[in-house]
């Protein structure tokens, strides 16, 4: 290809041009986020209040996500409230996105599975593969629950799970689930979740799966859906969805 073509074809974005070449500065701006990968966008009087609910627990606890991952999330619970099953978190972390769940969810009861503070103290004896793979990748870093049941006590259904999952999942072996989140950070952790979760999930039930950048997570979680029938989103930033099909 000829290098005018080439410039004609796609290279133009790769050119800077002055400010002034916009007509407005909503166009600038826009145009200088997309060529960053970020993006404005003009939130209805419903996303305004989800977006002030995202910034003040910004301000209460570090969240690990950004506004639009923020909202979509509260988006998926809000459709699952009207499904009939619970609903969960494995990784809670200090509640940040625990908190933007309980905002979205009415009345529906929701269960928090995380480590908290069961792995703060060194193991005593050799820990299961599971658990030193958890103490590998978070060290001391762990939430402590009295303080994640604090920032939610406005909450009402909330429930912990304290421990190692799926070892923390003894006792909701009989629950169905509507939406569940995915946030282990580690592959085994994820697929622990998908094993535990999927066939607890009723018809149409949300599964949010964080970590989808992390290439071994990606992999994890293509080879356990794959033959399986649920309608997958992979979504634009770093996390993937899956629709649970009825059986
Ligand atoms: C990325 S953080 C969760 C962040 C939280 N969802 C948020 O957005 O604020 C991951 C959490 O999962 C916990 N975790 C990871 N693997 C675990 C496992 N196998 N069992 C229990 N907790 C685990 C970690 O201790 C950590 O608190």
Not at 237 to 246: D, K, T
Request: proline share 4%; net charge neutral; hydrophobic share 45%.
């Amino acid at each position: 290809m000829k290098s005018s073509a080439k410039v004609a074809a796609g290279g133009l974005a790769q050119i800077p041009r002055p400010l002034l070449y916009y007509r407005t500065w909503a166009q600038a701006v826009r145009t200088l986020l997309a060529r960053r990968g970020a993006m404005l966008a003009n939130l209805d009087a419903g996303g305004r209040a989800d977006l002030a609910t995202i910034h003040t627990t910004r301000g209460l606890v570090p969240l690990l996500m950004h506004d639009a991952t923020a909202l979509h999330l509260m988006l998926c619970v809000r459709a699952a409230a009207a499904m009939g099953g619970v609903m969960a978190e494995a990784g809670v972390f200090m509640g940040g996105s625990a908190r933007l769940i309980c905002a979205a969810k009415g009345d529906t009861p929701l269960h928090l599975f995380d480590a908290f503070e069961t792995l703060q103290q060194p193991a005593s004896g050799e820990p299961a593969a599971d658990e030193s793979e958890v103490r590998r990748h978070f060290g001391a870093l762990h939430a402590r629950q009295d303080q994640v049941a604090r920032l939610l006590a406005g909450y009402g259904g909330v429930s912990f799970h304290p421990g190692v999952f799926p070892a923390s999942t003894q006792g909701s072996e009989g629950e169905r689930f509507a939406f569940v989140h995915v946030d282990l950070d580690l592959p085994r952790g994820t697929v622990d979740a998908l094993d535990f979760f999927h066939p607890r999930m009723v018809a149409g039930g949300i599964l949010l799966i964080d970590d989808y950048a992390d290439a071994a997570v990606r992999r994890t979680v293509q080879a356990w859906f794959a033959g399986r029938r649920d309608t997958i989103f992979v979504l634009p930033w770093n996390q993937v969805m899956a629709i649970r099909q009825g059986d």
